[in-house]
T-cell receptor, first 113, second 110 residues
C-alpha cells in the first residue's frame, strides 16, 4: 500500500480564515480523494482529485468552499475557505488500491474558533 | 433504508471472548466489501477485504451474505488491543463510489 503524509497534522484557526492541507503520496496515482470526518461521524467524501483535470465534488460540497489542486501524480492540496466552527473536522486524503480499497493519510485535525 | 448501516455499539466484551458485528447495505449490485479499523484520533486502516466465499485472517473472519445484503466480522479470542471502532465499507457501482458505515465501537475489558 502507498505511504501517505499530510500537513499540517492539526491546526486551530479563526473563523473567516482559510487553511490549505497538503497530501503527499510516495508513488504516482491517478486519483486522490479528500474525505471529511466530523466528530462522532463516519467518513464523507468531499471530492476526487484527478491530475490534469478539475476535481469532482460530491453533493453538498462546492469548489468555492473546498478548492483542490492536483499539480502532479503524487501531490494534492485541499483548501478549507472562509472557515466557520462547522468546518471543525478531521480531513483525510486517500488513494485507491487495486480493488477499490482506500488507503488513508494520517489526517488533519482542524478546529475553527 | 440507509446505504450502509452498523450497530454503533459500544460493545463491551471481556478479554478472550468472541464478538461479532454485522453490517447491512442497501445496494444489491455492490461488489466490493471491506472492514476497516479506526483507533481513537487515528486514520482508518484496512483490516480485511470481504470475499464472496468468506475469508479468515488469524483471529478475524469476514463473511458476506448477498441474499440478505449484509457482511459480518467475527473476532475470536479478543485482545485488549482489539479495542477500536470497526467501519464497514461497501462500494456502490452505480455511483462509482464507496460508502463508509458509521462504525461499531468495541471495548475489550480486562
Amino acid at each position: 500500500s502507498a505511504v501517505i503524509s499530510q500537513k499540517p497534522s492539526r491546526d486551530i484557526c479563526q473563523r473567516g480564515t482559510s487553511l490549505t492541507i497538503q497530501c503527499q503520496v510516495d508513488s504516482q496515482v491517478t486519483m486522490m480523494f479528500w474525505y471529511r470526518q466530523q466528530p462522532g461521524q463516519s467518513l464523507t467524501l468531499i471530492a476526487t482529485a484527478n491530475q490534469g483535470s478539475e476535481a469532482t465534488y460530491e453533493s453538498g460540497f462546492v469548489i468555492d468552499k473546498f478548492p483542490i489542486s492536483r499539480p502532479n501524480l503524487t501531490f494534492s492540496t485541499l483548501t478549507v475557505s472562509n472557515m466557520s466552527p462547522e468546518d471543525s473536522s478531521i480531513y483525510l486524503c486517500s488513494v485507491s488500491g487495486a480493488y477499490n480499497e482506500q488507503f488513508f493519510g494520517p489526517g488533519t485535525r482542524l478546529t475553527v474558533l | 433504508r440507509k446505504e450502509v448501516e452498523q450497530d454503533p455499539g459500544p460493545f463491551n466484551v471481556p478479554e478472550g471472548a468472541t464478538v461479532a458485528f454485522n453490517c447491512t447495505y442497501s445496494n444489491s449490485a455492490s461488489q466490493s466489501f471491506f472492514w476497516y479499523r479506526q483507533d481513537c484520533r487515528k486514520e482508518p486502516k484496512l483490516l480485511m477485504s470481504v470475499y464472496s466465499s468468506g475469508n479468515e485472517d488469524g483471529r478475524f473472519t469476514a463473511q458476506l451474505n448477498r441474499a440478505s445484503q449484509y457482511i459480518s466480522l467475527l473476532i475470536r479470542d479478543s485482545k485488549l488491543s482489539d479495542s477500536a471502532t470497526y467501519l464497514c465499507v461497501v462500494n456502490f457501482p452505480g455511483d462509482d463510489k464507496i460508502i463508509f458505515g458509521k462504525g461499531t465501537r468495541l471495548h475489550i475489558l480486562p
